[in-house]
């Protein structure tokens, strides 16, 4: 099938459509002092309202941005607009750093992390107590880990001649839905190789588990490491946790992964009933169930609609279907200032497109216990020499079984790259760390904290004053200044003016919502 696949794109003019995606990216990084601490003030004004901005905004807490980009046809521009805001952000700071690794530090057990406020209006209470839910249910240090999602749409021209190849007779936008969950279950499979490759928190700081865990060695008195750790931030020391291990959500079709999202989402659980909802007045959490909104579920993917309504997640995916994908397995690679690189957005999106045209079937329950072990044993272990992965009944090794899907994926890379655009050249680089884990960016972030003979505090805190001064000296053009600027000031206007519109009760507000489900 692949095969087939791959000489029908070959065709020129299959090929240009299929170079015609859009790219987006999305990016957290928390606010520090010039110590190191969590920042402590609230989002700068200067940035704008967290609850309206278009590209800059909040995650879980108030010391915790989000960067988001839009959705452009090439990597490199997704890429600049990435940076042109960092620069506008790090100039507005006022003292601030960005924390240049995923994984937190200084993280005081004793002292509550700020969750993210977005004033009085009802979608800002919404997500105000959603927030706080979080960490009733998986405490406050966990939300305050970083990462980066990419964002990747096949263009609309595309579909239908693919439906014609494929020789499907359903509607287009069935169709559509179909292969992106085809897409996904692929992922799925091979998320695995990601968290390798791309994987860039190996060790931490002791703060942030006093504990530890049965694999990590004191690296000095204050850092924790994996001596083989890709990922920590994606194993069960970071996002990884019990109820949501036990949460199965089939990808098998869009109906039957609307349906599990919706299930979980109107199911109670006996931990968070006793947490409880509202409590001497002041909500705690959206609700008792499983889930309080679909985006509490934690996957490695996530199929998207473009639509960015105010309805259910699952509401506007059986509206709208499938519209992208978000791909949620990346760490912040501190080796480079934003966080991520081109031959990672490359690689990425020439994997979506392997994942698109390789067959896809239904992953059952003994396959997702693998998809599972397998992502935890490369988060925690990805470069232990010799590491078997279980696959299909058997034992495989991670190196094998990495280069053959790495060839795969440079028969796509081939396809992309007839101007010399660097995808042949970002496989290559990622063929060369599965060779050498040495150069893996987790294998060179510990050599850097050693060679430095620092902590993980230390090592991050200086990178991180680099990324600052570096982004602090670049200029940007008039043009983008003022489009930051603008946007700024628009969120701030539109924040006021939510907050001024009448509207229902919160309560009100609230019991709509769900309804909708």
Not at 451 to 475: G, I, M, N, V
């Amino acid at each position: 099938m692949l095969d087939s696949q791959l000489g029908w794109l070959q065709d020129a003019a299959h090929a240009n459509l299929i170079r015609r995606g859009l790219r987006g990216l999305e990016k957290e990084a928390l606010r520090v002092d010039s110590e190191g601490h969590l920042s402590a003030r609230m989002h700068p004004t200067r940035l704008g309202s967290a609850l309206t901005h278009p590209y800059l905004t909040t995650d879980y807490s108030e010391a915790l941005l989000e960067f988001v980009t839009p959705a452009y046809p090439t990597n490199w521009e997704t890429f600049q607009f990435l940076c042109d805001s960092h620069c506008f952000v790090c100039q507005n700071l006022e003292g601030e750093l960005l924390w240049a690794q995923s994984m937190p530090c200084i993280v005081n057990p004793s002292q509550d992390l700020p969750v993210a406020s977005y004033g009085p209006s009802n979608i800002g209470q919404m997500k105000t107590i959603y927030r706080r839910g979080l960490g009733y249910r998986y405490g406050r240090a966990m939300q305050a880990i970083a990462g980066v999602h990419y964002n990747y749409s096949l263009p609309i021209s595309f579909w239908e001649p693919f439906r014609e190849q494929q020789k499907k007779t359903e509607i287009l936008g069935s169709f559509i839905s179909a292969q992106y969950m085809g897409l996904v279950r692929n992922y799925r499979r091979l998320a695995w190789l990601f968290i390798y490759l791309f994987g860039a928190s190996p060790a931490l700081c002791k703060s942030f588990c006093p504990e530890g865990h049965e694999i990590l060695e004191e690296l000095d008195p204050s850092t924790w490491h994996g001596p083989f750790s890709t990922s920590l931030r994606m194993s069960d020391i970071g996002y990884r946790n019990k109820t949501q291990a036990e949460l199965q959500i089939s990808a098998n079709s869009l109906t039957e992964y609307t349906a599990g999202l919706a299930a979980a989402v109107t199911t109670p659980n006996a931990d968070y009933e006793k947490i409880g909802v509202r409590v001497n007045g002041e909500y705690r959490q959206l609700s008792v169930n499983i889930l309080q909104i679909e985006n509490e579920y934690y996957s490695s993917i996530r199929p998207k609609p473009a639509i960015g309504s105010d309805a259910p997640l699952t509401v506007d995916l059986r509206g709208a279907g499938v519209e992208y994908v978000e791909v949620r397995t990346l760490d912040i690679n501190m080796l480079d200032p934003v966080g991520v690189n081109q031959n990672q957005l490359r690689f990425a999106e020439a994997a979506l497109i392997y994942c698109l045209l390789a067959e896809s079937p239904p992953i059952d329950a003994v396959e997702q216990a693998e998809i599972d072990a397998r992502d935890l044993a490369v988060a925690l272990e990805g470069r232990k020499p010799g590491l078997m992965l279980l696959e299909n009944g058997h034992d495989v090794s991670l190196q094998a079984r990495g280069i053959v899907l790495v060839d795969r994926i440079q028969e796509v890379a081939a396809i992309l790259d007839v101007d010399g655009e660097g995808y042949l050249a970002a496989v290559e680089a990622q063929r060369a760390a599965l060779m050498e884990p040495k150069l893996t960016p987790s294998a060179q972030i510990l050599e850097g904290i050693r060679d430095r003979d620092q902590s993980f505090l230390e090592f991050t805190l200086d990178l991180s004053k680099a990324h600052a001064e570096y982004f602090c000296q670049l200029r940007l053009s008039p043009e983008k200044m003022a489009l930051f600027t603008t946007a700024a000031e628009r969120s701030l206007e539109r924040t006021q003016a939510l907050e001024q519109s009448s509207g229902p009760t919160f309560e009100a507000y609230l019991a709509s919502y769900f309804e909708r489900l």
